[in-house]
């Protein structure tokens, strides 16, 4: 089974119900959570009041990700593709968020294809990452 990494912009367009995002989770790929994407769809008490309804909303969507995705922790394997990633956006001179290489990392060191719609990452120009369109 193939694995595949979906960025939090994908796990958004699921949350607001875009269907052929849906669609995604019920195609045989194996999810992979990476430990950034968990942390982005994490509610943030400086923008969600804890105890209110979005809050609770937000939360259970968290744990809908959960069931669905299997967690993937920024461990040492990460950590080398991770190197790696800033590396070559050094010498490309063309610097990338640490977010969006975290998650590109975790792709890489589980083989995993990435699906993402952040335009301003541009994961398709970065080594041997394979990006599912």
């Given at each position: 089974m193939e694995h595949?990494?979906?960025?939090?912009?994908?796990?958004?367009?699921?949350?607001?119900?875009?269907?052929?995002?849906?669609?995604?989770?019920?195609?045989?790929?194996?999810?992979?959570?990476?430990?950034?994407?968990?942390?982005?769809?994490?509610?943030?008490?400086?923008?969600?009041?804890?105890?209110?309804t979005r809050h609770q909303q937000s939360l259970d969507f968290l744990a809908f990700v959960r069931r669905e995705a299997e967690f993937a922790a920024f461990d040492e394997k990460v950590v080398e593709k991770y190197v790696q990633l800033i590396s070559f956006c050094k010498r490309e001179g063309r610097p990338r968020s640490i977010p969006d290489l975290m998650i590109a990392a975790t792709a890489l060191a589980h083989g995993a294809l990435l699906k993402s719609f952040d335009k301003k990452a541009v994961f398709e120009n970065l080594p041997n990452l394979r990006v599912l369109s």
């Open positions: 595949l990494v979906l960025d939090s912009s994908v796990w958004i367009a699921i949350e607001r119900g875009v269907e052929n995002e849906i669609q995604v989770l019920k195609e045989g790929f194996n999810i992979i959570l990476p430990a950034m994407v968990a942390a982005e769809l994490m509610p943030d008490p400086a923008h969600i009041q804890p105890g209110t």
